[in-house]
């Protein structure tokens, strides 16, 4: 299996500020990464796909990056809704998420 | 308005057995690759189990072969029979729908999750 580690586990951080998220495969995967947000309660919801690419609806704050083991998840100029949950998921060799990294309001 | 919804969840004694549903609209199943992720309360979200479009099915391989991933086209549902469940099978389970891109794909769509609790 494809493992995913993210990190941090956790962060804090305070609106309008800017937070990146790394998220390392434990094999290359080329750019078969994409990035969810989670809210309490909530079922994800995607915000990047093959690594880089803005899922339609998803503000232009939010921007992917990397390929091969490491990739990253940059928010610019955080917003009150961005405080959530976020997960990175692979999708070359069957499908495995990171273990999450949740963003709190500092 | 493309929508999946997920029932089948409930309390279950170890070793028991369950089927879970999810009810497609405003989407074709079976023109679809669809997934079922899994998440126990408080932790991260644990993919399970993936069908495409063409009928091939793959699993987690901590799943030890106890689930299978179906679908009817007629009901336009998709299903995952959960067997030999144990506690840590304690669960959201979610459906999703898998978007496909040029060598790539991801869960787009998800439904709001049935709760399976698997305890004595």
């Known amino acids: 299996d494809i493992q995913m580690t993210q990190s941090p586990s956790s962060l804090s951080a305070s609106i309008g500020g800017r937070v990146t998220i790394t998220c390392r495969a434990s094999q290359n995967i080329n750019t078969y990464l994409n990035w969810y947000q989670q809210k309490p309660g909530k079922a994800p919801k995607l915000l990047i796909y093959?690594?880089?690419n803005l899922q339609s609806g998803v503000p232009s704050r939010f921007s992917g990056g990397g390929s091969g083991t490491d990739f990253t998840l940059t928010i610019s100029s955080l917003q009150p809704e961005d405080f959530a949950t976020y997960y990175c998921q692979q999708s070359h060799i069957k499908r495995t998420f990171g273990q999450g990294t949740r963003l709190e309001i500092k | 308005e493309v929508q999946l919804v997920e029932t089948g969840g409930g309390l279950i004694q170890p070793g028991g057995s369950l089927r879970l549903s999810c009810a497609a609209s405003g989407l074709t199943v079976s023109s679809n690759y669809m997934s079922w992720v899994r998440q126990a309360v408080g932790r991260g979200l644990e993919w399970v189990s993936i069908?495409?479009?063409?009928?091939?099915?793959y699993y987690a391989d901590s799943l030890k072969g106890r689930f299978t991933i179906s679908r009817d086209n007629s009901e336009n549902t998709l299903y995952l029979q959960l067997n030999n469940l144990r506690v840590e099978d304690t669960a959201i389970y979610y459906c999703?729908?898998?978007?496909?891109?040029?060598?790539?794909?991801?869960?787009?769509?998800w439904g709001q999750g049935t709760l399976v609790t698997v305890s004595s």
């Open positions: 093959d690594a880089s």
């Open positions: 069908i495409y479009s063409g009928g091939s099915t």
């Open positions: 999703a729908r898998v978007i496909v891109m040029t060598g790539s794909d991801a869960f787009d769509i």
